[in-house]
C-alpha cells in the first residue's frame, strides 16, 4: 500500500515539474509571437488575400461512394488550399429566390409547384454554402455580357430540360427569351436572346446513344427499349459543331428494361427476364455510353467547354413512383443524415471513373472539360420536389385522393435555381 502511494506522488512530482516546464515555454512562445507581430506590421507586410479559392480543375472529385460521413472529411487530390464547391451545407436564405412561378411563362405545369397548389414555401428559402468559401448568386448580366454570340447546349434527359427552364428563368429578369425551335414533342428546345446574339438549347436524348423507345408522355411502354451501345444519338451529334458550351449528363433512364445491341447483334439485356438473354444490367450500358460520348467530344475537331453533370437521387419513400412512393420533407437534410442508395452509388462510380479517364484525354489535348457534381447537394433537398403538386390542385374534390408523386424533378423555383449559381463559378470564375 505504501509502495502504490509513493509511486502516486512521484507521478505528482514529475507531472508538476513537466507543468512548470511547458508554463515557461509557452511564455517564452507568446513574447515572441508578440514580438514578430509588432515587426510585422511596423515594416508593412501585407495581409494574405482572403478571396476564398474554388475548385474547378479538370480533375474529378475522388471518393467515389459519397457516403454520409466517410466521403466529406477526404480531401482532394491536388487541390490543397483550394474550396470544393460541391461540399457544403444549405443554409437559410431570407430573400428567396430570383424569380418567382408567375414572373416566369417558361416554367411548364408540372414542376410549377405553386400554382398546382403546393401549401408550403419554406422550400424556396435556402442556399447552397460551400464548406470554406462564399458561392456567389447568379449574375444575370454579367452572364449575358460574357456570352455574347454564343451557344449554350444542354444536353440528356428531362433533368436537363428542369435545369435549362431554371436557367432561363433567371436570365428573364434581364432579358426576354424567344423560343425560335420545338420538336414535334416539345423535349427539345432553343431560345435567343436577341439583344445579346446568346442561343440556349436543350437537346432531348435520355440515353445519349442511339434508342429506340415504346413509350408515351405518361411513361407507358409497348415494349422494350432497344439500345445501341455502339452509336451514339444523333439528336445531339450532328448539332455538337454549333455549341460553344455544353452540359451533357445521364441517368435513371438506363434503369429501364432495355434490350443491348452491338455491331447489329444483340449482346444482352437489363431485366428482360423470359428473354433468354443475357442479363448484362445497366451498369454494362451505362459505363459504355459515357465512355462513348466523352470520347467523342475529345477526339472532335469541335472544341467546346464540356461541364459533365453527375445524376441526381431521387427522394421517393414508402415505395416508387409507379408504387404509391411519396416524398413530403418540407427541410433539407443535414450533412451525415443520408447517403446514396446502392442504384445511385453505383451509378456515380460509373461517372467519376469514365470522367477521370476522360480527363486526363482533355487535358493533353486542351479542352475544356470539367466535372459539374450536382449529386450530394442534390441528395441534400428531399423538400424540392413536386411530390403530388406535378398536378394542379391535386387533392382540391378529395383531400385523400391517391396520387402519383413526382419525387426526382424539382419544383421551379426551386433548389435547381443554385445550380446555375455553380455553373457560373465554373465557366467564368474559373
Keep these: 500500500m505504501v509502495k502504490e502511494t509513493r509511486l502516486d506522488l512521484n507521478q505528482w512530482s514529475l507531472h508538476k515539474q513537466s507543468h512548470i516546464f511547458v508554463k515557461l515555454a509557452v511564455s517564452i512562445l507568446l513574447v515572441g509571437l508578440a514580438f514578430r507581430l509588432f515587426f510585422s506590421q511596423s515594416v508593412g507586410f501585407s495581409p494574405v488575400s482572403d478571396r476564398p479559392l474554388v475548385e474547378i480543375a479538370v480533375t474529378p472529385v475522388p471518393g467515389k461512394a459519397l457516403e454520409a460521413e466517410e466521403d466529406q ?34 416554367v411548364e405545369g408540372h414542376q410549377n409547384c405553386m400554382k398546382n397548389g403546393r401549401p408550403d414555401s419554406g422550400y424556396l428559402y435556402w442556399r447552397w454554402k460551400p464548406r470554406d468559401c462564399e458561392l456567389p448568386p447568379f449574375d444575370s448580366v454579367r452572364f449575358l455580357e460574357s456570352m455574347r454570340n454564343k451557344h449554350w447546349a444542354f444536353i440528356g434527359d428531362s433533368i436537363s430540360r428542369n435545369h435549362v427552364q431554371s436557367l432561363l428563368c433567371i436570365l428573364s429578369k434581364v432579358s426576354e427569351a424567344v423560343e425560335v425551335y420545338h420538336d414535334e414533342e416539345y423535349r427539345s428546345k432553343r431560345w435567343q436572346f436577341p439583344s445579346y446574339n446568346f442561343t440556349l438549347s436543350v437537346v432531348w436524348t435520355p440515353f445519349l446513344i442511339k434508342a429506340a423507345i415504346f413509350e408515351d408522355m405518361n411513361g407507358v411502354s409497348t415494349s422494350e427499349i432497344q439500345l445501341y451501345l455502339d452509336i451514339l444519338d444523333e439528336t445531339w451529334t450532328k448539332q455538337y459543331q454549333n455549341f460553344d458550351y455544353v452540359i451533357i449528363s445521364g441517368g435513371k433512364w438506363f434503369l429501364k428494361t432495355a434490350i443491348y445491341w452491338e455491331n447489329d447483334e444483340v449482346i444482352g439485356c437489363h431485366y428482360c427476364p423470359g428473354k433468354n438473354l443475357t442479363e448484362l444490367g445497366f451498369e454494362h450500358a451505362y459505363r459504355k455510353a459515357l465512355e462513348l460520348l466523352l470520347n467523342f467530344m475529345i477526339a472532335s475537331d469541335h472544341k467546346a467547354f464540356i461541364l459533365f453533370r453527375t445524376s441526381t437521387p431521387d427522394h421517393f419513400e414508402n415505395g416508387e413512383w409507379f408504387s404509391g412512393g411519396t416524398c413530403n420533407r418540407t427541410v433539407p437534410f443535414k450533412d451525415g443524415e443520408i447517403g446514396l442508395i446502392d442504384v445511385d452509388k453505383t451509378m456515380r462510380d460509373i461517372e467519376l471513373d469514365e470522367f477521370e479517364k476522360a480527363a486526363t484525354l482533355a487535358s493533353e489535348k486542351g479542352l475544356n472539360m470539367k466535372l459539374l457534381d450536382t449529386t450530394h447537394l442534390s441528395l441534400m433537398r428531399p423538400d424540392g420536389h413536386p411530390g403530388p403538386y406535378r398536378q394542379f390542385h391535386p387533392f382540391a374534390e378529395d383531400k385523400n385522393a391517391k396520387v402519383q408523386n413526382d419525387c426526382l424533378h424539382w419544383c421551379l423555383p426551386g433548389p435547381i435555381d443554385n445550380w446555375n449559381d455553380l455553373v457560373m463559378e465554373m465557366v467564368l470564375n474559373g
Design 73 to 106: 472529411e477526404q480531401p482532394q487530390k491536388g487541390n490543397v488550399g483550394k474550396c470544393n464547391i460541391f461540399k457544403g451545407e444549405w443554409v437559410p436564405n431570407p430573400s428567396g429566390p430570383i424569380y418567382d412561378n408567375e414572373s416566369c411563362p417558361i
